[in-house]
T-cell receptor, first 117, second 110 residues
């Protein structure tokens, strides 16, 4: 089975530009998570969805960040306008339906390395 | 406040030299304690989930253990291919978020 798919794998853009990151979760998984990873702060949860509905966006750093999940197989994370401090690796993860703590395990995609100049 | 701390930040071993990585956590109502492995340029790869104090799980040269305050990842006779960053995380309470530690960078020299 295909794992979590993310695109693009690398993105280089200039400050002020709009950036859109994409994620396809594992089929059948109805939770989707967006994380950001930096050397200073490690892995931080930005937002997560359940059945395409945003549940917790308390980790979204600013209004410049937005995320959508229009259907069960696709999500986007958008940064507009981008700033150099947004440079990081962004990961998407998914997990199956809640059925006890055994399903809390999340499966990660390969990440998108974003560089904002 | 729920939090997780991993130590050491970095560990360098010789091939065959066994050691342990530590994950200390504070959480109200632990649901699960997770270990992931992350190779450079890749996403975290799931290794283990532990649910209750006293539980142990093994996979090849790795064994994870759990107490009420800590988890250990024991590496027995490591090989260079075990070199990676090992991440610890927990889920707790009624939400499904994972809170991650900053990881331990393990380097195994041949």
């Amino acid at each position: 089975d295909a794992g979590v798919i993310q695109s693009p794998r690398h993105e280089v853009t200039e400050m002020g530009q709009e950036v859109t990151l994409r994620c396809k979760p594992i089929s059948g998984h109805d939770y989707l998570f967006w994380y950001r990873q930096t050397m200073m702060r490690g892995l931080e949860l930005l937002i997560y969805f359940n059945n395409n509905v945003p549940i917790d966006d308390s980790g979204m750093p600013e209004d410049r960040f937005s995320a959508k999940m229009p259907n069960a197989s696709f999500s986007t994370l958008k940064i507009q306008p981008s700033e150099p401090r947004d440079s990081a690796v962004y990961f998407c993860a998914s997990r199956p339906t809640s059925g006890g703590s055994s399903t809390d395990t999340q499966y990660f995609g390969p990440g998108t390395r974003l560089t904002v100049l | 406040e729920d939090q997780v701390t991993q130590s050491p930040e970095a560990l360098r071993l010789q091939e065959g030299e066994s050691s342990s990585l530590n994950c200390s956590y504070t959480v109200s109502g632990l649901r699960g304690l997770f270990w992931y492995r992350q190779d450079p340029g890749k996403g975290p790869e799931f290794l283990f989930t532990l649910y209750s104090a006293g539980e142990e799980k093994e996979k090849e040269r790795l064994k994870a253990t759990l107490t009420k305050k800590e988890s250990f990842l024991h590496i027995t006779a490591p090989k260079p291919e075990d070199s990676a960053t090992y991440l610890c995380a927990f889920s707790g309470g009624s939400n499904y978020k994972l809170t991650f530690g900053k990881g331990t960078l393990l380097t195994v020299n041949p």
